[in-house]
């Protein structure tokens, strides 16, 4: 779009013609050379640019995509409960201006209030505070980090609860990112996000919205939590495990499920109910007791096999300097035979590798079968019932935090239960479906 953004006031001159709008979203069909605007008509009119002469007037907001200066807003509310609202970008906060057609993230404590009235009902105090305008995809283990200590500060301040608005796709990350950095959680830590924009009619960003102030107040756990919606109508809410959840539709609204483990609780409407349904959770800790730990290391892989898979890649990884790698494998915890001698060689030059499933539902258990087995003996690390991303993001924060620590303490600490990721009461012959309690 030759360096104009949606949201830029141009001036156009073509031939004797000179026109001034603003610069429109392109659509998926749009020629490269075309740039669209919105004259003060309301008109839209697609512009030439080989043709035309385009000069910028006024720089628009800043778009989805880039990271604004930190902005924050408090207001005063009616309720007893202070609440803060850390937002990183996603569909949940943005809309489409059709007045200049700019992408525009509801970001101050003002608009969210006007989104969301139960804030100023149940809160003294909502802060707002814009971090990243980031679709999800975006984000890295740095920006895990900066979300991480900007939570960490709320909790610190005594806020009662902290509220991360998060696009829907690598929300799963994030979350488990949070649960291993904050430990001893007095309170709980939601990430909400939206399958549908808050302009739409149909979107589920209010409700989702809703359904925190009453986690907030009555929930007994201090976890990491995604709350979204249950089901496809407003019926209810759920908070699912930060750990144990995975988006499992592109597109439907209770596109949401915990997996090998039951959501924490359930928020009805309308009544606004809540409902706590895990009896195993992690309880609010003690301010004092509350810590923030670790770093995450960008030199770990998680490596998805397939049939065919190049057994070259895995020592790819361990040339390129990787200290980890997760590995999705097949059913009970399975690679290809012949890739067990790279395996291997990953294990003897310090490299941590441990063996996730695809099948998601159930629990790795790779003394069945004999490509199980050799992979145990090559020095590879079962996962129990980890979800792969989750096993990733563990992996990933072991290695940050503790690099001086050698691989046998890395698996150790990899294998041990820290924030609920593993279930031990996990029956292997259950296979749930779609959670509708």
Known sequence: MAGFKPGDRVRVRLRENVLEGIVMPKTEFSSPSTLIIKLPNGYNVGIDLEKAEVELVERGAVAVGESPPLAKSKVSGEGDLRLSFLSTGGTIV?????????????????????????????????????????????????????????????????????????????????????AFTLRNLPIPVMIVGAQRSSDRPSTDSVINLKATTSIARHAPFGEVCVVM??????????????????????????????????????????????????????????????????????????????????????????????????IEGTGLGHIRGSCVESVKRATEEGVVVAVTSQTLFGRVNMNVYTNGRKLIEAGAIPSSDMLPETAFVKLSWLIGTYPDKDPSEIASLYTTNMVNEMNPSLDMNHYPGWYHG
Not at 112 to 123: K, N, Q, S, W, Y
Not at 284 to 306: C, I, T
Request: proline letters at 4%; charged letters at 30%.
């Open 229 to 326: 919606h249950g089901d496809t109508s407003d019926t209810y809410v759920l908070a699912h495990r930060g750990v144990k959840v995975r988006k499992m539709h592109t597109s439907r609204r209770d596109a949401f499920q915990s997996i090998n483990d039951v959501p924490l609780a359930k928020v009805t409407f309308p009544e606004k109910e809540f409902h706590l349904i895990n009896r195993r959770y992690l309880p609010r800790g003690e301010r004092g007791r509350f810590r923030k730990v670790g770093r995450f290391s960008d030199k770990v892989f998680l490596l998805k096999f397939f049939p065919g898979m190049e057994c070259g890649i895995i020592d790819y990884l361990v040339d390129k300097g990787y200290r980890g790698i997760v």
């Open 94 to 178: 943005s809309k489409v201006e059709y007045e200049t057609g700019a992408v525009k993230p509801a970001i101050t404590a003002e608009e969210l209030i006007g989104m969301v009235p139960d804030f100023r009902d149940e809160a003294s105090e909502i802060e707002v505070i814009e971090l990243y305008r980031l679709l999800s995809e975006d984000l890295t283990p740095k920006h895990w980090e900066r979300i991480g200590e900007e939570v960490a500060k709320r909790v610190e301040e005594g806020y009662d609860a902290v509220i991360i608005a998060h696009g829907t796709d690598t929300m799963g990350y994030t979350a488990s990112a949070l």
